[in-house]
């Protein structure tokens, strides 16, 4: 299995909120908490940060105090999205970027372009940004799939390094990963069904619940890395049912929940996204629990 900075656990990180404000403190006690737990690098500015509902500004601090707090013990991927590919290349130059590894950014949204559109798109993102570009394709936030002739299009530009591929189309991702350059990096972007990527040839994942669990999680990728999948599955197995109750009324509102139960922060959202109900709250505190006995 090859390695780059990108092999094995991202985490994209949640935005702690008190009072309608980020809270920097419980953000560094995050950050912590997936260091301390094995991850192999952040992703700060994702979907799962809040990030459309934060002011440029607060994304701007919002990164800046991540790599700051990060002081270079994993590296660091911004996020950058949008509908407007003008408008995205005009804004990831603002950001200080000096100690970001690489930048992640989605699909167009919402304008839904053809794949000829999306090639264009990221090929003028690539071409302009300063750092390598990671592709993300989710399919359920954007309403239009990357196609994997596309990705493997795109592969072939210099300063695209790879791919979070979140379609759970696993098809799709053996494609892309049968016939990508050999340096080209396809990333899970689902955890579910992360250890299925891995064990077809995946080279880790960006994720979600290593927020909560990154010692369990990170230890699940790896043994699958390492061709350990006895040890994987068993890892898999007992994280599983976690999944449900994450995503049942959307992310981050679960995994924000999640941190609640284990002291990290608060689970604040901001509107339109609202605070998980008590019914669902319950169920999973008993999910982690089961999941991580360690921890309570």
């Known amino acids: 299995m090859k390695t780059s900075p990108f092999t094995g656990t991202g985490v994209a990180l949640i935005t702690p909120l008190k009072n309608g404000e980020v809270d920097y403190k419980a953000l560094g006690k995050i950050?912590?908490?997936?260091?301390?737990?094995?991850?192999d690098y952040l992703v700060s500015l994702g979907t799962t940060g809040e990030t459309p509902v934060l002011t440029r500004d607060e994304q701007s601090a919002v990164l800046r105090y991540t790599t700051e707090h990060c002081q270079?013990?994993?590296?660091?991927?911004?996020?950058?999205?949008?509908?407007?590919?003008?408008?995205?290349?005009?804004?990831?130059?603002?950001?200080?970027?000096?100690?970001?590894?690489?930048?992640?950014?989605?699909?167009?949204?919402?304008?839904k372009p053809s794949q000829k559109g999306i090639i264009?798109?990221?090929?003028?993102?690539?071409?302009?940004?300063?750092?390598?570009?990671?592709?993300?394709?989710?399919?359920?936030?954007?309403?239009?799939?990357?196609?994997?002739?596309?990705?493997?299009?795109?592969?072939?530009?210099?300063n695209i390094i790879g791919i979070k591929e979140a379609s759970g189309n696993l098809e799709q991702a053996t494609e892309i990963i049968r016939q990508a350059p050999s340096d080209f990096l396809t990333l899970s972007g689902d955890d579910p069904t992360a250890l299925a990527?891995?064990?077809?040839?995946?080279?880790?994942?960006?994720?979600?619940?290593?927020?909560?669990?990154?010692?369990?999680?990170s230890?699940?990728?790896?043994?699958?890395?390492?061709?350990?999948?006895?040890?994987?599955?068993k890892l898999n197995n007992l994280l599983f049912p976690l999944h449900k109750w994450l995503y049942i009324e959307g992310n981050p509102v679960g995994i924000k929940e999640a941190c609640r139960h284990l002291g990290l922060c608060g689970n604040e959202?901001?509107?339109?996204?609202?605070?998980?109900?008590?019914?669902?709250?319950?169920?999973?505190?008993?999910?982690?629990?089961?999941?991580?006995?360690?921890?309570f």
Request: aromatic share 4%; hydrophobic share 45%; charged share 15%.
């Open 120 to 158: 264009a798109h990221y090929t003028a993102v690539a071409d302009a940004a300063p750092k390598p570009l990671i592709l993300y394709n989710v399919p359920g936030r954007t309403c239009s799939n990357i196609a994997a002739d596309t990705t493997l299009q795109l592969a072939e530009h210099p």
């Open 269 to 295: 959202l901001r509107l339109p996204l609202v605070s998980m109900s008590q019914t669902h709250s319950d169920q999973l505190l008993e999910a982690l629990k089961s999941a991580a006995p360690e921890h």
């Open 219 to 233: 230890k699940l990728i790896r043994a699958a890395l390492d061709g350990n999948f006895h040890e994987a599955q």
């Open 197 to 217: 990527m891995v064990g077809i040839g995946g080279h880790g994942v960006i994720s979600v619940i290593a927020n909560a669990l990154p010692a369990h999680f």
């Open 31 to 39: 950050i912590d908490h997936c260091i301390d737990g094995g991850v």
């Open 72 to 111: 270079g013990r994993v590296p660091v991927v911004a996020g950058s999205a949008g509908t407007d590919t003008r408008a995205i290349i005009e804004d990831i130059h603002p950001f200080e970027l000096g100690d970001v590894a690489a930048i992640l950014s989605s699909s167009p949204a919402y304008n």
